[in-house]
């Protein structure tokens, strides 16, 4: 499998502020992957890192197998702020993209305004946010990048604003076939369109995998209160609470459970990656049982 991102060891320190600690991650390329976790996580600054907004202090990163340099045709980038230029028109933004991308896909980027009902002559500024998200994605997907990174593009956005985004993320997926990274808060909006997830805890990855995976092998299991130990092979505990006579645990499981003391409850995404920043804040951490090494 080739790698749209590889991160060994990157740190990112801003005086004795350190925004990115020891991350270390393999990102594939050819899928749309979530990058979620909590706020101070890393996750915007692994990302201006990856499009060579910033320069690592310590640690190594590659993007499609080289150094990032900013600027670079083969990475798109859309900021959290999803940033445009007031004073220019939708036209002005698609002539200045073309003027400064050689790979620039002025049909795509002209039939995508029209999609998305942007008038040209509309000044940027006077655009609403989901219009202003819109016509910056446009110009970042028009680049023809093989890589597109998105940080938060639809955290302001109103719900049929988010709605209307990410359906033409999905159709810009599936007609170009780039790679794209794209961080949120909002799991169910990543659920829509993402086929890999991963979870970063404190510049650690908690979990990665592909998204069917990942549903398919985390349960909830109600039960008895009971010692952990040993939840049997090919189990790992994710996080777990107890009563004085219930415990609930969350558990990635490669084998099925058949035990008839435990209740077995599918679980969903969201589900999935609360359980593994709770478990990171130490509210049941994540442990390697017998059978999982």
């Known amino acids: 499998?080739?790698?749209?991102?590889?991160?060994?060891?990157?740190?990112?320190?801003?005086?004795?502020?350190?925004?990115?600690?020891?991350?270390?991650?393999?990102?594939?390329?050819?899928?749309?992957?979530?990058?979620?976790?909590?706020?101070?996580?890393?996750?915007?600054?692994?990302?201006?890192?990856?499009?060579?907004?910033?320069?690592?202090?310590?640690?190594?990163?590659?993007?499609?197998?080289?150094?990032?340099?900013?600027?670079?045709?083969?990475?798109?980038?859309?900021?959290?702020?999803?940033?445009?230029?007031?004073?220019?028109?939708?036209?002005?933004?698609?002539?200045?993209?073309?003027?400064?991308?050689p790979s620039w896909d002025a049909a795509l980027a002209e039939q995508?305004?029209?999609?998305?009902?942007?008038?040209?002559?509309?000044?940027?500024?006077?655009?609403?946010?989901?219009?202003?998200?819109?016509?910056?994605?446009?110009?970042?997907?028009?680049?023809?990048?093989?890589?597109?990174?998105?940080?938060?593009?639809?955290?302001?956005?109103?719900?049929?604003?988010?709605?209307?985004?990410?359906?033409?993320l999905m159709e810009l997926t599936a007609e170009q076939g780039m790679s794209i990274v794209m961080s949120s808060h909002l799991v169910a909006d990543l659920e829509r369109v993402c086929d890999y997830l991963i979870v970063l805890v404190a510049s650690q990855v908690r979990v990665a995998g592909d998204v069917d995976d990942l549903l398919a092998t985390h349960h909830r299991l109600v039960g008895q209160r009971r010692d952990t130990v040993d939840l049997g092979a090919g189990r790992a505990l994710v996080e777990q609470s107890h009563t004085d006579v219930q415990s609930t645990l969350v558990v990635r499981s490669t084998a099925p459970i058949v035990d008839p003391s435990w209740q077995v409850d599918q679980l969903d995404l969201e589900d999935i990656v609360l359980a593994y920043m709770s478990g990171a804040a130490g509210n049941g951490p994540d442990r390697v049982l017998e059978g999982q090494r």
């Open 1 to 101: 499998m080739t790698s749209a991102l590889v991160a060994d060891s990157l740190t990112k320190r801003y005086g004795r502020r350190t925004a990115l600690k020891d991350c270390t991650l393999d990102i594939p390329a050819g899928h749309v992957v979530g990058l979620v976790g909590p706020n101070g996580a890393g996750k915007s600054t692994l990302l201006q890192l990856a499009c060579g907004l910033l320069d690592p202090t310590a640690g190594r990163i590659e993007v499609l197998g080289t150094r990032p340099v900013s600027g670079s045709p083969r990475v798109g980038f859309v900021a959290q702020d999803t940033p445009v230029y007031a004073g220019l028109t939708v036209a002005d933004h698609l002539r200045m993209g073309a003027h400064l991308n």
């Open 112 to 168: 995508r305004i029209a999609q998305v009902g942007l008038d040209p002559n509309q000044k940027a500024g006077k655009l609403s946010g989901g219009q202003r998200a819109q016509l910056a994605l446009t110009v970042a997907a028009a680049k023809r990048p093989n890589l597109l990174l998105l940080d938060e593009p639809v955290a302001a956005l109103d719900p049929l604003a988010r709605r209307t985004f990410l359906q033409g």
